[in-house]
């Protein structure tokens, strides 16, 4: 369930994973799709209903969350407009005080994880929940 990161700073987000590494169970093991979605008599909030209040195309292809995003959205380096920065951004804005941030602690590792083995930094991943 978990797809390899083209990472660019990979000492970087290493030691920062280490020295961060939860002991308790991992809340958030599919990532994206474990906090985007829809549970009984709340808000929906999957990515696909999200995503089209805000006028994005329609998500037929897409059937692991985020690598299939992959399919339209580059995370090339040097890329102003890469996928990987805007998520960052948009869940780290701290001057609008995100609800990321502020409610759910801001944590790397509710989207990434170590592959204890390797050594490399991982995107966690899940299948589509719309
Ligand atoms: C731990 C919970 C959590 C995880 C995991 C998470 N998000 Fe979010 N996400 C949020 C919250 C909270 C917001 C709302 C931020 C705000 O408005 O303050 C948000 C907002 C967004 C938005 C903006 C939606 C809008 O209305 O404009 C997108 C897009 C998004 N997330 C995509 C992703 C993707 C892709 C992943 C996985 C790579 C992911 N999120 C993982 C909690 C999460
Ligand atoms: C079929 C192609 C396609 C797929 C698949 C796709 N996107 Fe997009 N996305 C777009 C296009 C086109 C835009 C508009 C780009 C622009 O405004 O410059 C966009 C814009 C966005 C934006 C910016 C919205 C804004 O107005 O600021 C976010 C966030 C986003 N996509 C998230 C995602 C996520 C998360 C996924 C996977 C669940 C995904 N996209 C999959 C085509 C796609
Ligand atoms: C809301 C989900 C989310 C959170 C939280 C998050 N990331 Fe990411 N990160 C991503 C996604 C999605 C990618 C792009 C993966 C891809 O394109 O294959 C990415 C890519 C990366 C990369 C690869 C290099 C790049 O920028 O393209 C690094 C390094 C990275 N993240 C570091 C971090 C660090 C450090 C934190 C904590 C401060 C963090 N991330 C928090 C979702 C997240």
Redesign the pocket.
């Known amino acids: 369930m978990k797809d390899r990161v083209r990472v660019f700073s990979l000492a970087v987000i290493t030691a920062l994973l280490a020295t961060t590494a939860p002991v308790q169970a991992d809340e958030y093991p599919q990532g994206?799709v474990d906090c985007h979605k829809q549970e009984p008599g709340k808000t929906n909030l999957t990515?696909?209903a999200l995503?089209a209040q805000?006028?994005?195309?329609?998500?037929p292809?897409?059937k692991k969350?985020?690598t299939?995003?992959g399919?339209?959205?580059a995370s090339d380096e040097g890329e102003e407009?890469q996928?990987a920065h805007?998520?960052h951004q948009?869940h780290f804005d701290v001057p609008k005080a995100n609800l990321f941030t502020t409610r759910f602690g801001g944590d790397c590792l509710h989207c990434h994880a170590m592959d204890a083995d390797s050594g490399e930094a991982l995107v966690k991943s899940g299948p589509?929940n719309w």
Do not use: A, Y
């Not at 805000?54 to 998500?59: A, D, S, T």
């Open positions: 994206c990515l696909n995503l805000i006028g994005h195309p329609k998500l292809k897409v969350v985020p299939s995003c399919g339209c959205h407009n996928f805007m998520i948009i589509r």
